[in-house]
């Protein structure tokens, strides 16, 4: 949360407030400080506002609950509830060191009150002021030496600050108190390893094994101080134990499972995450965690399919109604370019979660690599229904709705979807660009060439606008020479993009500049572009405008062959000459 600059002047305000009382930042003044009396009406107005501090810090609204407190302390600058309710709020919004200070303020007016102590500490410790928030803590224990609440919390920030002998018979004194306990074991074992006095962290362990014999758990803790230490062999002498105790208990099966990974024992590592997979009382998180490793590592994601799909298969056994099963199915044959199985998997998580527009968006998304326009149209369709102000799947149903030939209606939900971009500049060009291609397709040149050029003003190097606007152009023979300045920019962006090198050198053949036409169009069919019928075409009119007859009727006999549906090429090839 970010605290307005008020908050600055209020503090300065506060502390100030009584030219008599200095506080540190080491320490707290034992200096009492005069309470200021209140008239009625201010009495009156200051219960007013801290009631309404209240009242909107219950909403949610800090920053008004922190306005109010800001006039609680101008009434009564030594209010220690409106300072401690204020230091709350800095401390949330991460302005530690001011609160800091108003917690010290409010301590020297009530130096006993537990709720600030404790405040006050935890925030020497945020501050990095540990031995003072020690020194509290050791006070704090003194004055309630009963509190074993207190007494952890001293222990715990002991460990903290890396007091760790001192920690250590804190925590000695704690289980003496209340008895073996879990908490304390673990925290003492951990201090333990931490100075390497490793026999003695295992000694502590035993302990909780010695009293509770059945406990499964317990010999888990053991396995994994084994691991920590790299010992495998006792680590999975332990995780078995741990089985025997509790044969379901799938922590186990999947820390051996691990264990005969990094051991390259392929089969033995799959039978047992199997097996933690296969518990139908482990939740969904907790498996997809155990799974995560393996679908992020993109070097090896691909030879671990087998095993990955059967993983993921169990879990969506054990999780059938889980939606995010199917989507992280769907995400992993879409990293391994399986998009048949993708669009399946995403299929079954829409069909549990339809409501859901990031799974709509990546089914959407992936069905355009499909090339299968009736059916994103008809999926993208459904999707505005879900969620009509979804620019974005506007924007792909219509043009999906172009590639059907439906330019009519491509018109009409492209600009349906651009009037719901918002501030979304990024977006809002595509839009211009996608109405631009299709009003060409109507023969709408104005339309076309005024929605390119709006595209073009948000984003000016947006390349495939300038590729499409500086072809049309040269193909309705119109404004060259602002034609081969788009073309040209596409060409110094992506030098061998052989479409990009096809429009220049159609430009260039436009303005009659055939044999300079003649060396870009040969770039572009050594970039790829042999492949494609219309630059083989080009490439034909191109040799026949350079005096080469014979090799330009080959170029327009082969595009031909490749499945040309230019209307010309046939008269061409009779005729041995370009028809415009």
């Known amino acids: ?38 008239t ?18 219950m909403k949610g609204n ?43 303020r409010a301590i020297q007016l009530e130096p006993n009150n537990i709720w600030y102590r404790l405040m006050l500490a935890e ?17 704090i224990v003194k004055d309630y030496p009963t509190n074993d609440e207190y007494l952890y919390g001293l222990a715990q920030l002991y460990q903290r600050n890396k007091n760790f002998d001192k920690a250590l018979a804190t925590y000695n004194k704690l289980e003496k108190r209340m008895g073996l306990n879990e908490v304390i074991i673990l925290e003492k074992e951990k201090i333990l390893l931490n100075i390497g006095k490793n026999k003695s962290a295992l000694n ?34 332990y995780y078995n134990i741990v089985l025997e105790k509790d044969p379901g208990n799938v922590t186990a099966y999947f820390s051996l499972g691990n264990l005969a990974f990094q ?99 990546d089914y959407l998304l992936l069905m355009i690599d499909s090339q299968d326009f009736k059916k994103l149209y008809g999926n993208a369709k459904v999707a505005i229904n879900h969620f009509p102000n979804n ?28 009037e719901k971009v918002g501030e979304n500049k990024a977006l809002e060009a595509q839009f211009y ?48 020479d602002k034609a081969e300045r788009m073309s040209s920019k596409c060409i110094e962006m992506e030098p061998g993009n052989a479409t990009y090198l096809d429009t220049y050198a159609w430009v260039l053949f436009k303005r009659e500049r055939y044999f300079e036409a003649k060396y870009i169009i040969e770039r572009a069919l050594d970039n790829g572009g042999n492949s494609s019928d219309v630059i083989v075409e080009h490439y034909g009119d191109i040799l026949f405008k350079n005096g080469n007859v014979e090799k330009a009727v080959e170029q327009w006999q082969k595009a031909l062959e490749m499945g040309s549906e230019s209307n010309k090429i046939q008269e061409k090839i009779d005729t041995k000459s370009y028809i415009e």
């Open 391 to 418: 620019s974005f799947f506007y924007l792909l149903a219509g043009s999906s709705a172009s590639q059907l030939d439906q330019h009519d209606e491509a018109i009409s939900l492209l600009e349906l979807g651009l």
């Open 204 to 237: 502590e362990l035993n302990k909780l094994v010695s009293k509770y014999p059945e406990e499964a758990r317990y010999y888990g803790f053991i396995a994994d101080y084994y691991l920590y230490l790299e010992d495998e062999e006792k680590a999975r002498e």
């Open 433 to 480: 660009a996608n109405i631009g291609d299709v009003a060409y397709s109507q023969k709408d040149t104005k339309k076309a060439f005024d929605s390119y050029e709006k595209s073009l003003k948000i984003d000016e190097l947006n390349i495939v606008v300038l590729n499409n606007y500086s072809y049309y152009l040269t193909m309705e023979n119109r404004n060259l």
């Open 123 to 139: 925030l020497y410790q945020q501050n990095k002021l540990g031995v003072q928030a020690i020194k509290i803590y050791e006070q």
């Open 40 to 57: 009625d009406i201010q009495k009156r107005k200051f219960d007013y506002f801290f009631y309404e501090a209240n009242r909107e810090k």
């Open 263 to 361: 051991a390259n024992d392929t089969t033995t590592f799959i039978d047992f995450y199997k097996k933690g997979l296969a518990s139908k009382t482990t939740p969904f998180e907790v498996k997809f965690q155990r799974i995560l490793p393996f679908l992020m590592d993109s070097k090896t994601i691909k030879q671990n399919e087998f095993f990955i799909v059967e993983f993921l298969d169990i879990v969506i056994d054990t999780h059938p109604y889980e939606a995010r099963a199917y989507v992280y199915k769907g995400n992993f044959y879409r990293s391994i370019q399986d998009n048949e199985n993708a669009l399946l998997a995403y299929k079954d998580a829409l069909s549990i979660e339809d409501k859901n527009e990031m799974i709509w968006q």
């Open 1 to 38: 949360m970010k605290i307005l600059q008020w908050s600055a002047l209020l503090i300065i305000v506060v502390l100030t407030g009584c030219s008599s009382v200095k506080t540190s930042s080491a320490n707290v003044s034992s200096e009492q400080i005069k309470k200021v009396q209140l």
């Open 62 to 104: 800090l920053e008004k609950s922190a306005m109010y407190l800001s006039e609680c302390l101008k009434i009564d600058a030594t209010s220690s509830a409106a300072m401690y309710e204020l230091a709350n709020i800095l401390a949330a919004g991460q302005e530690a060191v001011k609160a800091q200070g108003l917690l010290e």
